[in-house]
């Protein structure tokens, strides 16, 4: 007898469109966005197919590395990355997902790029980062008209054109930020970062900082202290002459995940450098970059969670244990119809987010209110969700999950990372009340618009009710921050599932989450949940051929 025979082991997810998932097609009906489901379509089948997978794989495989030298002993500072690195921004960048919906006139931009975005990062989230600075200078930049007008048109170009040369010479730019200093971190106003000004009106800038990813982008929105306070710089890799500007690379940092982005210490020696907005008010024009990262963080969360229940579903359909396939196991349908409720629920108030940025954007103020407070809401609550979901998720996979080629390690130690980057868990819980401190109307926005879907669900009744109480208390609310702004998403997210989603995924999830008939890990559904439609909503379709 061989013992070698395989049998029991799960076809690999692959050769099947990633887009065609009801949460992700519910969401562009809402937004009556149907004009991009062609292409959605072919990027799914893309994001899906052996090829697009390779590369993912290669990227993470074989991380960038550093050159600080050349031969010669010239000063370079310059990043090479593996070739699948270079396909996946050549798509990314294609697809308009950096900061082409900026200057579209199509309908619903913002939002056609979120879900284009949210089907396509699953392939490598590491890409995406320089992706998504891309798409958020564009905004922050525009406080100063002169140097928008002069790198917008690289800034939105759908053509990736890499390496270092003169902006102006180039088919299509990339964007970075460089906020981070060693005695800060996000606190950014402990920054000793300097900015001088010169006779011609440019800045030179002096000082360290300690956390700058894809350094090979063609420029950076940069923090240093000028004579009026706290401001927002550009920095251009390469000078309008050709030199190089000083910027350099001290090291690569080693990190837990995120392994094909290249994350980076800069040192800034009389760095040439252009104001951006007014001296003093920095943190007021960064914001702008800032929020659109935020916008992606909480996509990309969504997105792990949507891509860990697809392979658990994939799995469980394919794979037996004591007699019976795993989905038909009534334990591990509850576990995987909870995982996809969470991964639902987040995909939902990630795109709401997204199209509400089209409604501000077009100058509508209430959408801006309501845009402001539920952004830093949901960037807590969704990207605090990932991690325990990936490890849900890995675990539907046994043994399975936990070595290398099955992916759920990387999936894994990639889902801190979106709840760290653009401030962490404690930042964005704040951010939220300094959001209601600063703009009351923010918070009115919000009650207003998790209330329209009042009398529709009594567990949803109560939880707005009860979040309101949670308000009363002002004084013990920066102690209660985490648990009042987790509320609040929560309750966010119920609105939108009983007002938009599917009524069993709905059902569930006000049951659970805010009638709090729930234990604390996944699977803990209670009984009379319709566990059969949810599974089928997350579970992937491969084509035949």
């Given at each position: 007898m061989s013992t070698h025979l395989v049998t029991n082991q799960v076809p690999e997810l692959v050769c099947y469109d990633a887009a065609n998932t009801p949460?992700?097609?519910?969401?562009?009906?809402?937004?009556?966005?149907?004009?991009?489901?062609?292409?959605?379509?072919?990027?799914?089948?893309?994001a899906g197919s052996a090829e697009a997978i390779e590369w993912?794989?290669?990227?993470?495989?074989?991380?960038?590395?550093?050159?600080?030298?050349?031969?010669?002993?010239?000063?370079?500072?310059?990043?090479?990355?593996?070739?699948?690195?270079?396909?996946?921004?050549?798509?990314?960048?294609?697809?308009g997902l950096g900061g082409t919906p900026w200057t579209q006139s199509t309908p619903?931009?913002?939002?056609?790029?979120?879900?284009?975005?949210?089907?396509?990062?699953?392939?490598?989230?590491?890409?995406?980062?320089?992706?998504?600075?891309?798409?958020?200078?564009v905004p922050a930049l525009r406080a100063n008209p002169?140097?928008?007008?002069?790198?917008?048109?690289?800034?939105?170009?759908?053509?990736?054109?890499?390496?270092?040369?003169t902006p102006q010479s180039k088919a299509g730019l990339l964007a970075g930020m460089s906020m981070t200093e060693k005695q800060g971190g996000s606190d950014v106003r402990a920054n000793t970062t300097t900015a001088t000004i010169?006779?011609?009106?440019?800045?030179?800038?002096t000082g360290h900082k300690w956390f700058t990813s894809a350094p090979m982008c063609d420029v950076f929105l940069v923090l240093a202290q000028a004579p009026g306070g706290l401001s927002c710089f550009l920095v251009p890799r390469i000078l309008p002459d050709g030199t190089r500007n000083t910027f350099a690379l001290q090291r690569l940092k080693d990190k837990l995940g995120n392994r094909s982005n290249a994350s980076s210490e800069v040192e800034y020696d009389n760095t040439v450098a252009w104001l951006v907005g007014d001296e003093g008010r920095g943190v007021r024009t960064i914001i702008e970059m800032v929020n659109m990262t935020r916008l992606d963080c909480t996509l990309g969360s969504a997105s792990s969670m949507r891509n860990g229940v697809a392979q658990a579903a994939h799995h469980a359909n394919h794979r037996t244990a004591f007699g019976a396939t795993l989905i038909d196991q009534p334990l591990m349908r509850n576990v995987i119809a909870d995982l996809a409720i969470e991964a639902e629920a987040a995909t939902s108030v990630g795109l709401w987010l997204a199209d509400l940025t089209d409604k501000s954007a077009a100058g509508d103020s209430e959408a801006d209110a309501l845009r402001r407070i539920s952004l830093a809401v949901s960037k807590y609550y969704v990207c605090k969700r990932a991690p325990i979901h990936a490890a849900e998720a890995l675990e539907c996979?046994?043994?399975?999950?936990?070595?290398?080629?099955?992916?759920?390690?990387?999936?894994?130690?990639?889902?801190?990372l979106m709840s760290i980057w653009e401030g962490s868990g404690n930042v964005a819980a704040l951010d939220a009340l300094r959001a209601m401190a600063k703009q009351p109307e923010t918070l009115t926005a919000?009650?207003?618009?998790?209330?329209?879907?009042?009398?529709?669900?009594?567990?949803?009744?109560?939880?707005?009710?009860?979040?309101?109480?949670?308000?009363?208390?002002?004084?013990?609310?920066?102690h209660r921050a985490r648990r009042v702004v987790g509320q609040m998403a929560q309750v966010l997210q119920g609105s939108l599932l009983v007002r938009h989603g599917h009524p069993a995924v709905a059902d569930a999830f006000t049951v659970s989450r805010l009638g709090r008939d729930h234990g604390d890990v996944f699977g803990t559904l209670p009984t009379g949940i319709d566990t059969a439609a949810i599974v089928e909503r997350v579970t992937p379709k491969l084509e035949t051929r």
């Open positions: 949460s992700i097609l519910d969401a562009v009906h809402r937004a009556d966005a149907d004009h991009v489901l062609d292409e959605l379509h072919r990027v799914g089948r893309l993912g794989d290669r990227a993470e495989a074989h991380p960038p590395t550093l050159r600080t030298h050349d031969r010669y002993g010239n000063r370079i500072d310059e990043v090479d990355y593996d070739p699948a690195y270079h396909r996946l921004m050549t798509e990314a960048v294609a697809l619903n931009p913002h939002f056609v790029r979120a879900v284009k975005m949210a089907v396509w990062s699953q392939v490598d989230a590491g890409h995406s980062c320089p992706i998504s600075m891309t798409y958020g200078a002169d140097l928008a007008a002069l790198y917008e048109p690289g800034l939105t170009s759908t053509v990736y054109d890499p390496g270092l040369r010169t006779s011609d009106g440019t800045y030179r800038i996979l046994g043994g399975n999950g936990y070595v290398e080629e099955s992916r759920m390690p990387r999936l894994y130690r990639e889902a801190p919000f009650l207003d618009e998790v209330k329209v879907a009042a009398g529709a669900d009594a567990h949803l009744d109560r939880a707005i009710t009860d979040l309101e109480n949670q308000f009363n208390d002002v004084d013990s609310l920066q």
